[in-house]
């Protein structure tokens, strides 16, 4: 006969150990798709990924990425971890060095294991496992092999046996319809024992089949489905939409920025032509000015020249240009005789001058609407 196959400490070392924080596992819990995480590593994964999410409803595996949803919508996402089964047989192999017979090390004998008793969560060597096959009180008990013991569903699997949620080492036998939730006989005699319809779990289930609530659920399902689908498919409309709506805004500031840029500029050349028209006008006005006080200046230059001229001319002659230049002195005199002075002189709107205080373009604000568009659920099925 073939030798019996051990695990040793190499070989569970991989099963052991978290795919998350690739150390040994502290509480391991399992998802539904059966693989499982540390306490810790689960809640932090589960903190990240909701993070981003509004109204959270569950989060990918972070090994197989499938779906798992939250254990209520009334409970934070930070306390999700905790509603999740513990794998019981993965903590108890995390807390063993080497996986040695049970029944041999209380005898004292130090023998490796080829079986493990999920029903005991006990491993067992190959003499022993045959011995606990054949043992009334334990000939229905699960057995796998060490080999099987790699594949962690198998011990995932294990620890999905119908116990108690709140007596782990009872069966769950019966069902309390007042609290609609399965329990054990403990729980009845404990937080059930005042409720009115407490019945067993195979008249539960025969009554589920019966009545149809089971077909009637999956009915509500698929409609929710549909439902949901059509509010992700107007939702991804509205996302469309949303971002027309930004990019229509936008060109319509982009497009006022430019009837103002455009506006302002023919603002500023019709102010820049007007200054140069009036700096041409005043120019000439103070050029004529400027060449009028020339022509009094040469004038008097000319009665300077004729007074010395007439000094040695006959009396006749002398008190004749001495009247002339006397009355054009006199002339001269009453003749104004100030420096023109011109200068520009700029007054801004005030409006114009209110513009570089505006705050902003456009007040912007982000009008949002919702329907309910789920079906309504029965009161109880």
């Excluded at 693989?35 to 689960?42: P, Q, T, V, W």
């Excluded at 090390?105 to 079986?115: I, P, S, Y």
């Excluded at 060109?251 to 019709?270: C, G, T, V, W």
């Amino acid at each position: 006969m073939a030798s019996a196959t051990t695990t040793t400490t190499e070989d569970s070392d991989g099963l052991t150990k978290c795919s998350i924080c690739l150390e040994q596992f502290k509480t391991p819990r399992f998802l539904p798709c059966l693989h499982s995480f540390c306490h810790g590593c689960l809640t932090s994964y589960i903190q990240t990924s909701c993070r981003s999410k509004e109204n959270p409803v569950g989060f990918q595996c972070p090994l197989c990425k499938k779906f798992t949803p939250g254990p209520s919508t009334s409970v934070h996402p930070m306390e999700w971890s905790k509603h999740f089964p513990i794998n019981q047989i993965l903590s108890e192999f995390s807390n063993q060095n080497d996986l040695m017979c049970g029944a041999c090390r209380r005898d004292g004998e130090g023998k490796g294991a080829t079986d493990y008793c999920i029903s005991c969560m006990e491993a067992l060597c190959d003499n022993c496992s045959k011995y606990h096959k054949k043992n009334l009180a334990s000939s229905n008990h699960k057995l796998c092999t060490v080999t099987d013991l790699q594949k962690r569903d198998v011990l995932t699997m294990a620890s999905l046996e119908s116990k108690c949620l709140v007596h782990k080492d009872r069966p769950i036998e019966l069902y309390c319809n007042d609290h609609e939730e399965p329990c054990c006989t403990m729980c009845v005699s404990t937080k059930h024992r005042k409720c009115d319809s407490v019945e067993t779990i195979e008249e539960k289930a025969k009554k589920l089949r019966e009545n149809k609530a089971y077909e009637s659920l999956l009915v509500e399902v698929k409609e929710t489905e549909k439902c949901l689908c059509t509010i992700k498919r107007t939702q991804e409309e509205n996302i469309s939409k949303f971002e027309d709506n930004s990019n229509k805004v936008r060109e319509e500031i982009n497009d006022l920025d430019r009837k103002i840029a455009q506006h302002i500029e023919r603002l500023k050349n019709a102010s820049l032509d007007q200054i140069s028209r009036l700096t041409k006008e005043g120019k000439e006005a103070m050029t004529k000015n400027t060449e009028a006080l020339s022509d009094q200046i040469q004038l008097i230059h000319f009665c300077e020249a004729e007074l010395k001229k007439a000094s040695s001319q006959t009396d006749v002659e002398f008190v004749v240009g001495y009247r002339k230049q006397k009355q054009m002195v006199e002339n001269l005199s009453k003749a104004e005789k100030v420096p023109l002075c011109i200068a520009l002189n700029s007054v801004i709107p005030e409006n114009l001058k209110c513009f570089e205080k505006t705050p902003k373009f456009a007040e912007l604000t982000m009008l949002q609407s919702a329907q309910k568009l789920l079906a309504k659920r029965p009161t109880k099925w």
